[in-house]
């Protein structure tokens, strides 16, 4: 316990730290203009030598909301100024990055915007080749295009802050179903545009080969997601320490977010799941945060933030009393023994079916030994195991449920994904479950929140201490109407 103590300290120093050196500039300083380089390259031999890609930023943003880039701009450029293009062309290996003009006013009001203006300030901190106003857009773009060459561009919805690309499709096509309504996404129109400007040459989607390119997380990524993670465990770690009965959800949602605040973290990964009861963890998504705790009752708490663009997904499941009733604890147990087994598993080289049916294996003598108080217990824990439960989710990166595949083959070093055992006990609208960030490494994998307390009686300890919320005072701050 007190190994950890020391950890967490060195962890809120060492990010208040980063923040301060970090969090003064116009331009990100995470990547070097060499990585830009590189993935530049990647497409070039994707397209081919007689294709272009064209990529475009985010919009200008519609009220007093934080400016975020889309994360498929955002990884090829690291560039953050809206209405933003670049153009990267297979057939002489430059790229082209397309800015607006200065807009002084702007800058005026909201500080330092990296325009056209800034073209070789650009040249040096992105690596493109040539800079040009988005004025130079209006007539014969892509430059140069003959019938025969083709143009990509992303196809697929542009994610920003707390979105992922299936919930931007269902969205879209929630838009497009309204008949009062009926309007194309920004990503459709611009392929639209692209076509009608370019009527005698193909428009491919250029999804594939950027979502194949995420799909391994350099250093540098990892380095991020890392420490999105650190600040979700810590800011997890405050939120059980400040549980106790008549705290409401949205206050453990703030104490948790006043740690990524603190610490550098401007947004949200997504949006909280502070969840306790039957009927609110049930509802897996669940976000309104509105309920007041119980004793008896547990907490679910799946909650990460975003981290200078990248973001983590983790999840913890504790007791408001500070002690489990048993038929919590034996569920958890479960979860825990599975959640463990699948970690110590996780390697380079080994399939994700691999991987699910090595755990079965394992998992036979404690299930043949484990005393369940009920036969749907059982049968729900032997349902858990025998599909896997969710154990090996999503990926992980700039998104929370991120584009780029680890399941089309064997595992590789920087594959980043969520470990998400779940378990339903439908008869009781029971919903239990554990949930971890990883990377595959050279020697295994890498937990983020290894320091994170997972086992039943650490997370009873925890709840028990006091957090930020008993130290200020759960009403002093609250408006009671």
């Given at each position: ?281 049930s509802n897996g998504h669940y976000f309104r945060n509105n309920s007041q705790l119980k004793n008896g009752e547990l907490v679910l708490m799946d909650y990460a933030p975003d981290f200078r663009y990248y973001v983590s997904d983790i999840g ?166």
């Open positions: 316990m007190y190994r950890k103590k020391i950890t967490l300290k060195f962890l809120i120093t060492y990010f208040f730290t980063f923040s301060f050196i970090f969090g003064q500039h116009s331009y990100q300083s995470d990547f070097p203009a060499e990585e830009f380089q590189n993935r530049w390259e990647s497409v070039f031999s994707e397209i081919g030598d007689k294709s272009v890609a064209v990529v475009q930023g985010f919009p200008q943003p519609n009220g007093y909301i934080m400016p975020r880039q889309t994360n498929a701009f955002y990884y090829l450029t690291g560039v953050e100024t809206p209405h933003s293009y670049l153009l990267l062309d297979g057939r002489t290996k430059k790229a082209t990055l397309y800015m607006p003009p200065a807009n002084k006013k702007l800058e005026k009001s909201e500080g330092k915007i990296l325009s056209a203006d800034d073209s070789q300030l650009l040249k040096k901190l992105v690596g493109v080749d040539k800079v040009q106003s988005t004025n130079e857009m209006k007539e014969n773009f892509p430059p140069n295009i003959k019938r025969h060459n083709i143009i990509y561009t992303m196809f697929s919805p542009a994610e920003g802050q707390g979105q992922s690309r299936y919930e931007l499709e269902a969205a879209n096509a929630s838009i497009a179903r309204d008949y009062w309504d009926g309007g194309t996404s920004r990503e459709s129109r611009l392929v639209e545009l692209l076509k009608a400007r370019n009527p005698r040459v193909s428009v491919r989607d250029l999804t594939p080969i950027i979502d194949n390119l995420r799909s391994v997380k350099s250093p540098n990524e990892i380095a991020l997601i890392r420490r999105a993670s650190q600040l979700a465990g810590l800011g997890m770690i405050e939120a059980i320490k400040s549980t106790e009965e008549g705290v409401w959800e949205y206050q453990l949602d703030g104490v948790a977010r006043y740690v990524f605040l603190i610490n550098g973290a401007r947004m949200e990964a997504y949006r909280s799941i502070t969840a306790s009861g039957t009927k609110n963890i913890r499941m504790w007791p408001v009393s500070g002690t489990y009733k048993p038929w919590q604890r034996e569920l958890l147990q479960v979860i825990l023994e599975y959640r463990n087994t699948i970690l110590d598993i996780l390697r380079p080289g080994i399939t994700v079916d691999q991987v699910l049916d090595e755990a079965r294996e394992q998992m036979k003598p404690f299930m043949r030994k484990y005393q369940f108080s009920k036969n749907i217990y059982r049968k729900a824990a032997e349902k858990m195991i025998a599909s896997g439960g969710g154990a090996l989710s999503h990926p992980v990166g700039l998104a929370v449920h991120d584009d780029g595949p680890y399941r089309n083959g064997p595992l590789k070093v920087g594959h980043v994904f969520a470990v998400d055992p779940q378990m339903w006990v439908p008869e009781e609208n029971l919903y239990l479950r554990y949930e971890d960030t990883i990377v595959i490494t050279e020697e295994g994998m890498e937990n983020f929140t290894d320091f994170l307390p997972s086992e039943l009686n650490e997370l009873e300890d925890l709840v028990k201490e006091k957090g930020i919320l008993q130290i200020v005072g759960p009403d002093s701050m609250r408006w009671n109407y």
